[in-house]
């Protein structure tokens, strides 16, 4: 199963807005409605921003939210802060009893 | 407060066995299903393996497959990943978390534990 594909870099001033993309296969993300984002500080585990495409956990800003279109999902970062600066990683069902994850979007607020 | 607490990392040699656990509180455990994640030195995200809250379906990544064992003892409240025929791409920080919403396996992690460092080196 390959990994889907995420820029390797993304960037803004902080109160703009970044998109990072997800894009994989009618197998894995245009197949299924089970697409989640997750922020990873260095040294630090990871947190669930988003899952199912669009759902927020508790406590997770509404400044971030996610999307899909085909066989792209995207998270959208709004109002950039400091804070936000780390990387994400989108993973999706793959079919079968497998998952995958992005190779990961490293994000700098500039 | 949720609480995982992983232990049994270290330095192994190529073809060895370690075990990891991952002891959970402040949820009712076998209401939930568990999963381990692993992030390789410099390197992004791995899925590894996922086990339901019954642990009646285990589910493991292609690399790990046929080598590493995912189980949960749920007297206990913990959850262990026996890894077996390890290689030196096998080195990475494992993470054990918690699905969000229940006993079945969807990768929605809302509780991670801190990490424990495998090294598969001569």
């Known amino acids: 199963q390959s990994a889907l594909t995420q820029p390797p870099s993304a960037s803004g001033s902080p109160g703009q807005s970044v998109t990072i993309s997800c894009t994989g296969t009618s197998s894995d993300v245009g197949g299924y409605n089970q697409v989640s984002w997750y922020q990873k500080h260095p040294g630090k585990a990871p947190k669930l921003m988003i899952y199912?495409?669009?759902k927020r956990p508790s406590g997770v800003p509404d400044r971030l939210s996610g999307s899909k279109s085909g066989n792209t999902a995207s998270l959208t970062v709004s109002g950039l802060q400091a804070e936000d600066e780390a990387d994400y990683y989108c993973?999706?069902?793959?079919?079968?009893?497998?998952?995958?994850f992005g190779g990961g979007t490293k994000v700098t607020v500039l | 407060e949720v609480q995982l607490l992983e232990s049994g990392g270290g330095l192994v040699q190529p073809g060895g066995s370690l075990r990891l656990s991952c002891a959970a509180s402040g949820f009712t455990f076998f209401n939930y299903a568990m999963t381990w994640v692993r992030q390789a030195p410099g390197k992004g995200l791995e899925w590894v393996s996922s086990i339901s809250g019954s642990a009646a379906s285990t589910y493991y990544g292609d690399s790990v497959k046929g080598r590493f064992t995912i189980s949960r003892d749920n007297s206990k409240n913990t959850v262990y990943l026996q890894m077996n025929s390890l290689r030196v791409e096998d080195t990475a920080v494992y993470y054990c978390?918690?699905?969000?919403?229940?006993?079945?396996?969807?990768?929605?992690?809302?509780?991670w534990g801190q990490g424990v460092l495998v090294t598969v080196s001569s």
């Open positions: 199912e495409v669009t």
């Open positions: 978390a918690k699905e969000l919403t229940g006993p079945y396996v969807l990768i929605d992690l809302d509780y």
């Open positions: 993973i999706s069902y793959a079919g079968s009893n497998n998952w995958v």
